[in-house]
């Protein structure tokens, strides 16, 4: 952390390696869409590199680099108007051969899918603590870091975000 700090380039890149992947993961359900997520991933890595040298180390570098994550997630999502990618599941399969268990599979990928939609669907204040505490494995108080809330509205919001779900979801059932 120190050396990327000072400007060692391989330094910021082992940093990279490490929470890409990660990133991206929150990312995808943040925006819905991979090539978003993945746009979104890059800029949160090029606004980190220039504002490493600011970097105080109050939290740790997860916490402050998946705030900056967030925070173009919000800035990507009011630069445009929500739109929601066709599955694929969406499209025709008529003339296709059955195979077991082929029905079972495509309700699993519905109901993935139905649960995709319903999670665009969230308020950003609800999604984000949401997403982070069950899709990222961030706890509560983390969640209440990177977003710069306390941890105990982080649990109120993720719940909210819960139960808008469930709500959402009744109907697909």
């Known amino acids: 952390m ?17 929470h890409q992947d990660q990133l991206y993961r929150v990312a995808l359900r943040m925006t819905g ?11 949160t890595f ?21 705030r900056i994550l967030i925070n173009r997630c ?9 739109v929601v990618p066709l599955s694929e599941q969406d499209e025709s399969a008529a003339g296709m051969p059955r195979s077991p268990g082929a029905e079972t599979l495509a309700m699993t990928a519905q109901s993935r899918d139905a649960v995709r939609r ?8 609800q999604r984000a603590p949401l997403v982070l505490t069950t899709f ?6 983390e969640t209440g870091r990177i977003l710069g ?7 109120v919001r993720a719940h909210r975000a819960r139960r808008a ?8 059932r």
Not at 2 to 18: I, K, M, P, Q, S
Not at 74 to 82: G, I, K
């Open 74 to 82: 919000h800035n990507a999502r009011r630069a445009q108007d929500p």
């Open 136 to 141: 990222a494995g961030y706890t509560h108080a």
């Open 33 to 43: 869409n991979p090539s978003d997520a993945q746009d979104v991933v890059q800029e």
């Open 149 to 155: 809330i306390s941890e105990g509205t982080a649990k």
């Open 2 to 18: 120190d050396l990327a700090r000072r400007g060692d380039e391989d330094a910021f890149a082992a940093l990279v390696r490490t």
């Open 165 to 172: 779900l469930a709500t959402l979801l009744e109907d697909w």
């Open 46 to 66: 090029l606004q980190a590199w220039q504002h490493l040298p600011g970097f105080r180390g109050e939290s740790g570098f997860s916490t402050w680099v998946t």
């Open 118 to 125: 319903a999670l665009l669907e969230l308020p950003l204040e």
